[in-house]
T-cell receptor, first 110, second 114 residues
């Protein structure tokens, strides 16, 4: 079964500080991992996906298959980064099942 | 470009009443999903569909039924609402572009069962 674990419900940092949101997963096959973000009063939207190896709004995430992790990092947090962040896993092999973690609420203080 | 539209946005039900939530997408996506969002529980998958006429159970399917009679619509039904089904419901759709997928979400439906 697929499972996504985000151990921190809340994370608070100061502006300019580094931030890391943790995500661990369990899945027997080759998963596709994502980070989605939900800003206040906005729809959930894709932030980045592991397959693209991209940096979006200064955020990066590396898939570590050995540790089954996909942590989200940003070297210098900004106040506008305050939001709810969800790690998600899509099963392959035609399943298309897409499951999410419980989310981490990030607050960046001035 | 509407994307994913959920109807209604808000609803209050009495225990035992039934209702249907409608999700419509205009992006010709194959895959559609229904989630519920509860404080501290994140997004939990209720049911999903990989194509017209097909549905599958997610993590928390009990008390819900779904139908995908048309590719663009995914309906979520509550036959006999219970207070435990008070939640915010999100619909999403996605497709595979050969490299990856991206799910697009609706604005949510806030349901209260009293």
């Amino acid at each position: 079964a697929q499972r996504v674990t985000q151990p921190e419900k809340l994370l608070s940092v100061f502006k300019g500080a580094p931030v890391e949101l943790k995500c661990n997963y369990s899945y027997s096959g080759s998963p596709e991992l994502f980070w989605y973000v939900q800003y206040s009063r906005q729809r959930l939207q894709l932030l980045l996906r592991h397959i693209s190896r991209e940096s979006i709004k200064g955020f990066t995430a590396d898939l570590n298959k050995g540790e089954t992790s996909f942590h989200l990092k940003k070297p210098f947090a900004q106040e506008e980064d305050s939001a709810m962040y969800y790690c998600a896993l899509r099963a392959g092999g035609g399943s298309e099942k897409l499951v999410f973690g419980k989310g981490t609420k990030l607050t960046v203080n001035p | 470009n509407a994307g994913v539209t959920q109807t209604p946005k808000f609803r209050v039900l009495k225990t035992g009443q039934s209702m249907t939530l409608l999700c419509a997408q205009d992006m010709n996506h194959e895959y559609m999903y229904w989630y519920r969002q509860d404080p501290g529980m994140g997004l939990r998958l209720i049911h999903y569909s990989v194509g017209e006429g097909t549905t599958a159970k997610g993590e928390v399917p009990d008390g819900y039924n779904v139908s995908r009679l048309k590719k663009q619509n995914f309906l979520l039904g509550l036959e006999s609402a219970a207070p435990s089904q008070t939640s915010v419901y999100f619909c999403a759709s996605s497709t595979h572009n050969g490299l990856s997928t991206e799910a697009f979400f609706g604005q949510g439906t806030r349901l209260t069962v009293v």
